[in-house]
């Protein structure tokens, strides 16, 4: 039982020191993996941004396709642009080793983050660059410090400045803590604008960790309803059956 509670406690730490030492409050994505329009929107978004450096190695174009409503003229006319087949799996052509010379580290592979971090997280995130001189690319995250991810999307969203408050701690050594950010220069997106965008995108990256959700989502409703009416009528019938017994 000890050995049980010690595994548990390991595991959780990690959690729990996110949870307390975290400078970011994850804001709620709020997306719907039921608005088509927007998980197409999200696809877009993600083949032009994000599928230079990250790959998508769990799913096929044409499942995209299939289930975003896509007929195979628009998926290669507007998410297939390198000579990539509609039954290939969405992957890079980026070399590992360049991708560890140019960032330190290889950018994952995105077809199961959205299960792995949640949505809020990824909302939070690309909605929480700041510029950062000390750092190579330039920019921080305020969810992510020290990332080695660039800000991919400076020019739709422009460039903000974290704003930082000091607070003495015990001993009297000041402590910086995350306030807000600050418009430095503009995008060519106006903030609702970017959120909407950063949404869809987190959408379609929720999709892409189970596609399936898509039937599966719908379904759960009548077989829900099914079960419960089968359930007065077993209790109706044990009812009947038993009603003469003493």
Known sequence: MRT????????LAPVAAFAAGGEARLEHAGNDVGNRASLQRGA???VNYCLGCHSAKYVRYNRVATDLGITEAQLIDNLMFTGE????????????DD????FGVVPPDLSLIARAR?????????????ADPSRPT???????PGTAM???????????????????????NVQKHFKEFK????????????????????NFLDYIGEPAQLKRTPLGFPVIAFLIFFTLLAWALKKEYWKDVK
Not at 138 to 144: D, E, H, K, P, S
Not at 157 to 164: H, K, L, R
Request: charged share 20%; aromatic share 12%; glycine share 8%.
């Open 85 to 96: 087949r509609p039954h290939d799996t969405m992957r890079i052509g980026m070399n590992p």
């Open 118 to 130: 949640g949505t809020d997280y990824l909302y939070t995130f690309l909605r929480s660059f700041y």
């Open 183 to 202: 418009p430095d220069t503009t995008g060519s997106l106006t903030a609702d604008e970017y959120d909407q965008f950063v949404r869809d995108t987190v």
């Open 99 to 102: 991708a560890r010379r140019w």
């Open 44 to 46: 877009s978004n993600f």
């Open 4 to 11: 049980k509670l010690l595994v548990l406690l390991a595991a």
């Open 150 to 172: 660039p800000h991919v999307l400076w020019n739709l969203q422009g460039v903000q400045e974290a704003v930082w408050e000091g607070h003495p701690d015990a001993q009297g």
């Open 138 to 144: 330039g920019v921080n995250n305020i969810v992510l």
